[in-house]
């Protein structure tokens, strides 16, 4: 198993003082972190522009090679690579960029055993959070960590993130539950199924989601002033919270 697409849907829904949810149709990309040289078509470049293109600059360092900012990330949490790495995450789309969210996954075998998640905001901030998982079922694998940065004005700065996670060649899904003093406060859900890493089908997911960056940001400015119009309280940004940590 090489590159892979993941087309599918994302889900949001909000418990706590509005009920409040929304989704929209989205995609991510599947890297083989240990295959990286082969991570280009026509259309699909790493490293330099294109329709989509991946920048190891984005995520976890500023060297050249991903590959090498990942072997450091999991040095600065005194944990080893493993022989099967795979990182998901949104491409940068005609060469622009937003990830809320992108997750690195380590396995023992084809075993998923440890979550990387690589946490964006909109005011410059970034963290890393390390995520043991358990597996729950045949194919579920869920972990839990603290929450440590300012995502939103309308959540708290703490709290805890639950994760369940399901891959395989056919389908992925990633579930994200927020809990703030022990009270299930949002989720979001990511369910898709593969699609072959090739020149066709990245030309294809272009044409599709030329727009999905925009798209990000706006939907999430929207959704942030339909829930101020409900009255919902306004938490504002730590200086601690506005540059990458990591």
Not at 165 to 171: G, I
Not at 211 to 236: E, I
Request: proline share 3%; hydrophobic share 35%.
């Amino acid at each position: 198993m090489s590159h892979r697409f993941y087309e599918g849907e994302v889900f949001h829904k909000r418990f706590k003082d509005a009920d409040h949810k929304f989704s929209y149709d989205f995609f991510m990309l599947d890297i083989d972190v240990n295959s990286l040289s082969s991570l280009k078509t026509s259309f699909f470049s790493y490293n330099s522009r294109n329709l989509f293109s991946f920048f190891s600059k984005d995520h976890f360092g500023k060297n050249e090679s991903f590959l090498q900012n990942t072997q450091e990330l999991l040095e600065e949490f005194n944990m080893q690579p493993t022989k099967k790495m795979r990182f998901i995450t949104l491409p940068r789309i005609a060469n622009f960029i937003f990830n809320p969210i992108s997750v690195l996954v380590l396995f023992d075998g084809d075993q998923p055993t440890q979550l990387m998640v690589e946490v964006h905001n909109y005011n410059g901030g970034r963290v890393i959070y390390p995520v043991l998982l358990e597996q729950k079922s045949q194919t579920q694998y869920i972990g839990e960590v603290k929450k440590d940065m300012y995502v939103s004005p309308f959540l708290k700065r703490e709290g805890i993130y639950k994760f369940s996670f399901e891959y395989s060649q056919e389908k992925m899904a990633l579930g994200v539950y927020l809990y703030e003093d022990g009270v299930k406060t949002m989720m979001t859900t990511f369910n898709a199924t593969s699609r072959e890493f090739s020149k066709k089908n990245v030309l294809s997911l272009f044409c599709r989601h030329t727009f999905l960056t925009f798209w990000v940001v706006t939907r999430t400015l929207w959704q942030s002033f339909r829930l101020y119009l409900k009255g919902l309280k306004f938490n504002s940004v730590t200086p601690e919270d506005e540059f990458r940590r990591y």
